[in-house]
């Protein structure tokens, strides 16, 4: 982000502030404005900053394709897409299809469209459309079919279950478990993330002073796409990584989940 003295910058997501904390650190003058649709996030990240780091935060709740930013206001913009973790190991929120919940995965709680409303009642077209469409899922018929013979679902595990029968043997023992690519559709569409992040990247530019920096981190093809194609086509943008950065093998160890990130850098130009 080429942080710089006496900057404002935008956190879009927020989470457990890992990348808000890092920014309020480079300078004791730095500030910055601090975005999440998850009210968990907002209350747990400000309680564990000091008291010099909150007076110069300010939060943001809701989406961040909705925030009306002003031309030129920060000096640098980041967004880490997708789930955190605590809204995945926190079992009752319903991300993780290892753990038994209710099919919610609201990132906002305050919403109340959940995984369960798509399960249990779109028809089984839209089901094999959204599987195939946000997951990428090759026996999404397969599945579709399958979910609307044993519905109603109330948990994960009993989805993730189902989906499980539905793969042959080959796919069953694969690197990724059956079921990931249908939870990560449910929960692109209970969010809205696909949409959120195209209004994003057309709008949040504009927000960036000249040469000033957005960098956004992706964790699968349909968003690292977008944001390829989104910071290429802006009229407004530069790219700075022509390939994404990725995390080495170090960062993987000690950190798994940050194994499908890959990180994408743009500046504002001046027209
Ligand atoms: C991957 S986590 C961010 C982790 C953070 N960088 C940290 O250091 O802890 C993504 C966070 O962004 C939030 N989020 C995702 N999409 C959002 C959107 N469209 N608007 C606002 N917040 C969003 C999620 O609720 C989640 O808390």
Known sequence: LNIERGGLYLDATLGRGGHTRLILQSYSDVKVLAIDRDEDALTGTQAALTEDERARLVLWRG??????????????IIADLGVSSPQLDQS?????????APLDMRMDQSQSFNAADIINHWEEKELADLFYNYGEERLSRR??????????????TQLAE????????????????????????????????LESLDKFLE????WLKVGGRIAIISF??????????????????????????IPGEDEQKSN????????????????
């Open 63 to 76: 989406n961040f394709a909705d925030y009306d930013g002003e031309d030129g206001q920060f000096n640098g």
């Open 143 to 156: 599945i579709a079919k399958q979910i609307v013979q044993k519905r109603p679902f109330y948990s994960t």
């Open 162 to 193: 189902t989906v499980y029968h539905c793969a042959p043997p080959s796919y069953r023992h694969g690197k990724i478990h059956p079921a990931t690519r249908v939870f990560q559709a449910l929960r692109l569409m209970v969010n809205q993330e």
């Open 203 to 206: 709008i949040a530019p504009r």
């Open 256 to 271: 798994p989940r940050s194994r499908s990130a890959k990180l994408r850098i743009a500046q504002r130009i001046d027209i």
């Open 220 to 245: 699968h093809s349909l968003e690292d796409r977008r944001v390829k194609y989104g910071f290429r086509e802006h009229p407004l943008l530069s790219v700075v990584t022509k390939k994404p950065l």
């Open 92 to 100: 009752d929120r319903g991300f993780s299809f290892r753990q038994e």
